[in-house]
């Protein structure tokens, strides 16, 4: 086997070692940021929720201090109806309560709507209340719990960064950018092996001269159809075992 194919396959073998520790990482991050967003949410919905009720605060005191005008003018009206003197005047006044009771008809039927409106809310301002309170021991608790790990595994990714750039020294410039290049559009498998006549990387058929060839070990070769980079492995037979 060509000694640049040996490097390529023990190159692939720490960017895959790297690759796995990094997906780790982002798991465990993940975790972390999921409980993250989740308080977030909350947090903007208990927001919205106490903002939507001191709105409804307002406007209910807003209806209570018009209905209560509207009742003192109803009684100051009913009070004149003992001192009018035609029924002209009789029939005005009593528009005008009518009128008024017509108002604070509509203010006590939107005063009802937002008492029921507002019981809702205030049970789910409290549980969000308590959610959240939950959620940040939680996420404390969460940080705490992996921190350690998180810092082990930074430390692993930095320790195989190192052997992996090492490694990479030793591999022709031209060779080690398609290596990268394959590694990330194949996920992970750029070096792949040459059997039965066949790229176990894409299950196409080589061309028998190209397989021929790789059985050789003269110098490195691609898959045609996925460009992978081929290598061949001698059988074990007993007689050479």
Do not use: W
Request: contains cysteine; glycine residues 6%; proline residues 2%.
């Amino acid at each position: 086997m060509p000694e640049e194919i040996a490097r390529l396959m023990g190159l692939q073998v720490l960017d895959r070692q790297l690759q796995e520790l990094e997906q780790t990482l982002a798991t465990i991050a993940g975790r972390v940021e999921g409980q993250r967003e989740e308080n977030e949410r909350n947090q903007a919905e208990l927001q919205r929720l106490v903002e939507e009720d001191q709105q409804s605060a307002n406007t209910r005191k807003k209806a209570e201090k018009e209905l209560a005008e509207g009742e003192a003018r109803i009684r100051n009206k009913r009070m004149r109806l003992n001192l009018v003197r035609t029924d002209k005047e009789l029939q005005a006044v009593t528009h005008e309560v009518d009128s008024l009771k017509e108002t604070n008809l509509r203010l006590e039927s939107e005063l009802a709507a937002m008492n029921e409106g507002g019981a809702p809310r205030a049970a789910r301002i409290k549980e969000l209340g308590e959610l959240i309170a939950k959620g940040r021991a939680a996420l404390a608790e969460a940080e705490k719990e992996i921190a350690e790990q998180v810092e082990e595994l930074k430390t692993s990714i930095a320790a195989k960064r190192v052997e992996r750039d090492e490694a990479a020294g030793h591999i022709p410039a031209s060779l080690l950018q398609r290596y990268n290049t394959l590694f990330t559009r194949r996920a992970g498998a750029a070096v792949v092996l040459a059997k039965g006549g066949t790229c176990t990387g894409c299950r196409r058929l080589l061309p028998p001269q190209l397989f021929n060839e790789i059985q050789k070990h003269l110098q490195i070769h691609f898959c045609p159809n996925c460009q992978r980079i081929l290598y061949y492995e001698e059988k074990i037979t007993a007689e050479t075992a």
